[in-house]
């Protein structure tokens, strides 16, 4: 890592650390209660040039590598999870422009996405399934200059407040596998393109998460990714790596968040006439949670630093995503557990860490579909090796 790149993290590290202890945390609780939008803090979130983390700095980024880009969001969800909502699927979208993207595609979109005046979002789930995206019903046919785009996507996050979308739709329904007739297009809201009411979510409040709904909505050809149809899923699965890097760190940064509070609650509680922190029950919890924490971390920075080195790391993103997530849960409910019952109260912000942690182990790919892509990339390298 060369000094500049180093002092730019440290950088960008500090002014996120200091922005969430003192706006983020303080302003959590209501936003989660009151399922409430967060503009304030996501208008500073743009100023701090959050929407441009790793667009390059000739489209008017940040340009910061993909470590980097990992920690600001594991700092940023040790505040609130809800708060990388805004800059998560549009950091996909980003990716997705700068990697396939031509070159008008990319001055087009990529400056104002780095303000963010564009704030993107992912438009590929649909109400018939997430997981088989070969799958997926919504078509785009040609005509003449433009494409007739008609049908739902669900659970599409940044749905009410984004304005332009990554979709993903079938330009060809009749070739196999069914995966290469699908295109990647720049969605931008407009007559035909409608967002559904806010879904009522268990957890990650206050972002909105909505049904997308095409209805004989025209969209230019200038609009389609790379210029080519049948790209979309290629082009989806690989910005999709460092959506699970991102997902990744998000786990790592609520389980921190839960860790922090138990430790720090344990130092203070007494029970049977001393702290529970001397109690070796206790302090086996605590060192297990340390260490799946510690654990998760570094699975993420790996995949992380293997996307800077320019390496493919599916399978790294994967084991990242599906080993974080699953320890933010345990350890979440262990935080809890430490706290007693008001860790159980709303008073406190363990029951949000609780209720957030599960999308962790469902976005980006459930971690089902993780261990399917972490088995295949073994076997591919082992079948290399002959
Ligand atoms: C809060 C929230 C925000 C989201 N944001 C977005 C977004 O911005 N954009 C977007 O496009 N999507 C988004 N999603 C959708 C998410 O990516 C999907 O929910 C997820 O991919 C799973 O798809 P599904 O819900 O259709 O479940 P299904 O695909 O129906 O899966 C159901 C179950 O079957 C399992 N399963 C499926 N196939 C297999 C298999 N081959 N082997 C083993 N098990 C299998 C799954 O793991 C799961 O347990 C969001 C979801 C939530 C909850």
């Not at 599906?322 to 912000?349: N, Q, W």
Request: charged share 25%; aromatic share 8%; hydrophobic share 40%.
């Amino acid at each position: 890592m060369t000094t500049n790149i180093e002092e730019a993290r440290k950088q960008i590290l500090a002014m996120v650390r200091e922005f969430v202890d003192r706006d983020v945390r303080p302003a959590a609780a209501q936003h989660d209660e009151d399922d409430t939008y967060p503009t304030a803090l996501v208008d500073q979130m743009a100023e701090m040039g959050l929407f441009g983390i790793t667009i390059p700095e000739e489209y008017g980024g940040l340009g910061l590598d993909h470590s980097t880009y990992a920690m600001v969001f594991e700092e940023l969800s040790r505040g609130w999870l809800s708060i990388t909502g805004p800059i998560g699927t549009h950091s996909i979208l980003a990716h997705a422009l700068a990697h396939h993207g031509t070159e008008d595609q990319k001055r087009r979109w990529l400056p104002g996405m780095a303000t963010g005046e564009h704030r993107a979002g992912l438009a590929l789930s649909e109400p018939g399934g997430g997981s088989d995206v070969a799958s997926l019903q919504t078509t785009a046919v040609k005509d003449g200059e433009e494409y007739v785009v008609n049908g739902n996507k669900l659970f599409i996050t940044n749905g009410r407040e984004g304005n332009i979308f990554f979709l993903l739709a079938k330009t060809d329904t009749t070739i196999e596998p069914q995966h290469r007739g699908i295109s990647g297009f720049i969605a931008e809201k407009g007559p035909g393109f409608t967002a559904g009411k806010d879904l009522n979510k268990l957890g990650y409040r206050g972002v909105d998460t909505t049904e997308l709904i095409f209805n004989d909505y025209r969209v230019g050809t200038d609009n389609l990714i790379g210029g080519e149809e049948g790209k979309g899923f290629y082009q989806a699965m690989d910005a999709l790596e460092t959506g699970r890097v991102n997902i990744a760190a998000r786990a790592v940064g609520v389980a921190q968040a839960a860790f922090d509070d138990a430790l720090a609650y344990s130092l203070q509680r007494e029970a049977f006439g001393e702290l529970i922190s001397e109690r070796q029950g206790i302090q086996f919890m605590l060192a297990e949670m340390a260490t799946k924490i510690q654990a998760a971390r570094l699975l993420t920075y790996d995949a992380a630093s293997k996307k800077d080195s320019g390496d493919r790391f599916d399978l790294e993103a994967g084991m990242a995503k599906l080993y974080a997530s699953e320890i933010c849960a345990e350890v979440t409910l262990d935080a809890m557990r430490v706290h007693g019952g008001v860790g159980y109260i709303k008073d406190l912000p363990l029951e949000r860490y609780y209720r957030d942690a599960p999308l962790m182990i469902i976005g980006e790919g459930t971690n089902e579909m993780q261990k399917l892509i972490i088995a295949r990339n073994l076997l591919k390298r082992a079948r290399a090796k002959g």
